[in-house]
């Protein structure tokens, strides 16, 4: 088979796919709460959850697979005092957190908005993604900012290798949900979705504690004495977290989308649809 042959079959076969596809875009918006597994909540799903919002637009190939881009802003939230994790530790932390990722999506049933036989699907999805955060601390009334800090010595001369962690990070988001068409415009989903994250220093927690802080009082310890130990019960070398284990979010939440047609008549070939 000739180049010229090859063209032309490849170009049959991509216009036949076309032809039955039903190819569509959507924008919607995504309300509901975020919230974080680290050192100061090692496996409790759910805990501390606070309100996020966002915004996304979704470009369906077919029924089955699509891509999405997305901005999603919430609030991570953190407690020993709450988890009952390490309450002599008893640091806590709250950051705001801004994601912006691109996912690809699997329906498990041939789902369209509008579709009158596949109506409602299960779906997952993975992706990559990019966010920003800055962890805060409250003691005694006072917010301390923390990665200004250097509450386990990055920098210092103590800890040379330690390095001043960036509030800027990539992650991996992953997963599951389920879409349903309440209309021939309007689609909804509900879905909850884990970034794995190649940081532990969300939380402002990793390693040890770098400053002999045990038997202090409060009023002869400075800010980032503070911020590092608030109860000023520890010693250089003890420990504060644990970097075998990277920062995890999470978004879980109701998504209601607008289907956008990028023909002005779009026509299906299928009459069970």
């Not at 036989?117 to 997952?124: D, E, I, K, Q």
């Amino acid at each position: 088979m000739n180049m010229k042959k090859r063209i032309l079959l490849l170009s049959f076969l991509f216009t036949t796919m076309l032809a039955g596809a039903q190819s569509y875009g959507e924008i919607g918006l995504f309300g509901g709460g975020s919230y974080y597994l680290g050192d100061l909540n090692p496996g409790s799903q759910f805990l501390l959850t606070k309100p996020a919002a966002g915004a996304f637009i979704r470009h369906n190939f077919n029924e089955r697979t699509a891509i999405r881009g997305s901005f999603t802003y919430g609030t991570l939230h953190g407690d020993d005092a709450i988890s009952k994790v390490n309450t002599n530790r008893n640091l806590n932390f709250t950051s705001h957190i801004s994601d912006i990722s691109a996912t690809f999506e699997f329906n498990f049933y041939e789902y369209f908005i509008g579709s009158l036989r596949h109506f409602v699907t299960p779906y997952m999805y993975g992706g990559a993604s990019v966010f920003f955060f800055n962890p805060k601390a409250t003691y005694n009334g006072v917010t301390y900012e923390l990665q200004g800090l250097s509450t386990e010595g990055q920098g210092s001369s103590a800890f040379p290798e330690r390095k001043a962690y960036k509030r800027t990070g990539f992650s991996i988001p992953f997963g599951i949900g389920v879409k349903y068409s309440i209309n021939s415009f309007i689609g909804m989903s509900l879905d909850w979705r884990m970034h794995k994250t190649f940081t532990d220093y969300i939380d402002d927690v990793s390693t040890t504690y770098y400053l002999d802080l045990q038997g202090m009082t409060p009023g002869e310890a400075e800010p980032f004495e503070i911020a590092s130990d608030p109860g000023l019960n520890h010693n250089s070398g003890m420990q504060r977290g644990d970097s075998k284990y990277n920062d995890w979010y999470s978004f879980v939440g109701i998504s209601i989308s607008l289907r956008l047609n990028y023909l002005e008549r779009e026509r299906c070939l299928n009459v069970f649809y």
